[in-house]
């Protein structure tokens, strides 16, 4: 059971948004930053969001995050079949003192 | 370039110990943290524990507590990850990563070494 939640999938059309929600709590989202990861298929992850909202270097546009509360949303916009992959958030959680990840999320383009 | 490289994949018996290594170029060692990762088979990451190779500081994640060992060596500008004693469970990808500090978010990745722990 991961400590942050998200959906275990999202799916849309070429061209198409989504958004992959990842929920937390005051000891981690709540009060420390927000950092997003990239893991396409048989790869390792890749750095896209840290700070909550700023894009790592390299990383497009279409790639980004926000946070509100104990909530965390990456959005991808002008979905495309290279970004079929699994996405994690992750934060600091200051109770535990460790970085606590999300569950990933699997994003399908149809 | 900074590069973070792995050592290859183990295949071992239960009971085995074993020593993973990490090792960084393009940037100097020593002063960021390194930090380990663990995907099980079809499984998200978790945070295992972090080494600070300038002064080998270490600190593990409570579930990793005791479960594993990581050192580094700077010299050589190489973090490992060791356990004594491995069971079936610790069969997984682990990742090395730099991360931007010690409790922030990790900028750079190795390329995972599997372990296989089989009978």
Redesign the interface.
């Known amino acids: 059971q991961?400590v942050l939640t998200q959906p275990p999938s999202v799916s849309a059309a070429p061209g198409q948004k989504v958004t992959i929600s990842c929920s937390g709590s005051n000891s981690n989202i709540g009060n420390?930053?927000v950092?997003w990861?990239q893991?396409l298929p048989g790869t390792?992850?890749?750095?896209l969001i840290?700070?909550n909202n700023k894009r790592?270097s390299g990383i497009p546009d279409r790639f980004s995050g926000s946070k509100s509360g104990t909530s965390a949303t990456l959005g991808i916009t002008g979905l495309q079949t290279g970004d079929e992959a699994?996405y994690?958030c992750?934060a600091?959680d200051s109770s535990?003192?460790?970085?606590?990840?999300?569950?990933?999320t699997k994003v399908t383009v149809l | 370039e900074v590069q973070l490289v792995q050592s290859g994949a183990e295949v071992k018996k239960p009971g085995e110990s074993l020593k993973i290594s990490c090792k960084g170029s393009g940037y100097s060692f020593s002063n960021y943290w390194i930090g380990w990762v663990r995907q099980m088979p079809g499984k998200g990451l978790e945070s295992m524990g972090i080494i600070y190779p300038g002064d080998s500081e270490s600190r593990y994640s409570p579930s990793f507590q005791g479960q594993v060992t990581i050192s580094a060596d700077k010299s050589i500008s190489t973090a490992y990850l060791q356990w004594s004693s491995l069971k079936a469970s610790d069969t997984a990808i682990y990742y090395c990563a730099r991360r931007f500090s010690s409790t922030s978010y990790s900028e750079y990745w190795g390329q995972g070494t599997l372990v296989t722990v089989s009978s």
């Open positions: 991961s420390n930053y950092s990861y893991q390792a992850p890749k750095l840290y700070d790592s699994d994690y992750e600091w535990l003192t460790a970085r606590v990840f999300g569950g990933g």
